[in-house]
């Protein structure tokens, strides 16, 4: 959506700090012994009490009020009450939700405890090339040259990124124009990046996998070529300087 009036900002604002303030609360409530499916209920809740529906259940249906991956996991993992959180596992929660609305949407990936098999350069990272891509986003960018960015500092890194999942305009629905901004430079997207516009940056930087991969619950995504993969999302207003950051209250970069 492209922001016109001082209503639809303050509209964008509501729903972002709904799904932030999620997203942060759930990172701090998510231990070691308490099923995916527990920490999702959790969030459910705290959408509920701000009056914020849960977006992947409104648009898909989905089997979960947030999407939590663990490990081997990139994306769109279903919360189960199987899954038991355990000391050093790589953990990304994806909150997105409807609010009087406006949707907005954000994510992040941690090390649950202490940082015993290492995932922590990879999620620092994630935050870093997510923080230095959207400093460079303005009305009059190429969206592309995002992308050339996020894979070029993922590479400086040791990483590769995700090709098949990008971030996206949000807005008045979960998905809306522009509908790929990739993680590497897509040289047919000629598409610019639109001033007061509202799109969802994401982050997916890889130790090994290029795609994402869809497994039998048709649901969860793993990588190609296997390894691990943190996410780190912000939903943003773009203008002619420095974009505002919506979702700033998730303390992704705290």
């Given at each position: 959506?492209?922001?016109?009036?001082?209503?639809?900002?303050?509209?964008?604002?509501?729903?972002?700090?709904?799904?932030?303030?999620?997203?942060?609360?759930?990172?701090?409530?998510?231990?070691?012994?308490?099923?995916?499916?527990?920490?999702?209920?959790?969030?459910?809740?705290?959408?509920?009490?701000?009056?914020?529906?849960?977006?992947?259940?409104?648009?898909?249906?989905?089997?979960?009020y947030t999407c939590i991956g663990v490990n081997e996991v990139?994306?769109?993992?279903?919360?189960?009450?199987?899954?038991?959180?355990?000391?050093?596992?790589?953990?990304?929660?994806?909150?997105?939700?409807?609010?009087?609305?406006?949707?907005?949407?954000?994510?992040?990936?941690?090390?649950?405890?202490?940082?015993?098999?290492?995932?922590?350069?990879?999620?620092?990272?994630?935050?870093?090339?997510?923080?230095?891509?959207?400093?460079?986003?303005?009305?009059?960018?190429?969206?592309?040259?995002?992308?050339?960015?996020?894979?070029?500092?993922?590479?400086?890194?040791?990483?590769?990124?995700?090709?098949?999942?990008?971030?996206?305009?949000?807005?008045?629905?979960?998905?809306?124009?522009p509908h790929e901004i990739a993680n590497y430079c897509d040289?047919?997207?000629?598409?610019?990046?639109?001033?007061?516009?509202?799109?969802?940056?994401?982050?997916?930087?890889?130790?090994?996998?290029?795609?994402?991969?869809?497994?039998?619950?048709?649901?969860?995504?793993?990588?190609?070529?296997?390894?691990?993969?943190?996410?780190?999302?912000?939903?943003?207003?773009?203008?002619?300087?420095?974009?505002?950051?919506?979702?700033?209250?998730?303390?992704?970069?705290?």
């Amino acid at each position: 959506m492209s922001i016109t009036t001082e209503d639809e900002r303050i509209g964008m604002q509501q729903a972002s700090d709904a799904v932030a303030i999620t997203l942060r609360k759930m990172r701090e409530y998510a231990k070691p012994g308490i099923s995916t499916k527990e920490l999702d209920d959790y969030g459910g809740e705290l959408l509920a009490q701000m009056g914020a529906r849960s977006a992947p259940k409104l648009s898909y249906d989905f089997p979960g009020y947030t999407c939590i991956g663990v490990n081997e996991v990139v994306a769109h993992g279903v919360p189960s009450a199987d899954k038991i959180l355990k000391e050093g596992d790589l953990v990304n929660i994806d909150v997105s939700a409807e609010l009087n609305g406006y949707w907005a949407d954000n994510g992040g990936s941690f090390v649950l405890g202490e940082d015993i098999h290492g995932h922590g350069k990879l999620v620092e990272a994630s935050k870093e090339i997510l923080k230095k891509a959207i400093s460079n986003i303005k009305g009059g960018v190429r969206i592309s040259e995002i992308g050339r960015l996020i894979e070029t500092e993922a590479r400086k890194a040791g990483y590769t990124v995700i090709k098949n999942l990008t971030g996206h305009g949000v807005g008045r629905s979960l998905h809306e124009e522009p509908h790929e901004i990739a993680n590497y430079c897509d040289r047919y997207n000629t598409t610019r990046f639109r001033k007061n516009s509202v799109v969802a940056i994401e982050t997916f930087i890889s130790t090994r996998s290029t795609i994402a991969e869809t497994q039998a619950d048709e649901w969860t995504l793993t990588g190609n070529k296997g390894g691990f993969v943190a996410q780190h999302e912000h939903t943003i207003m773009v203008t002619g300087g420095e974009p505002v950051i919506f979702t700033a209250q998730n303390g992704i970069w705290d």
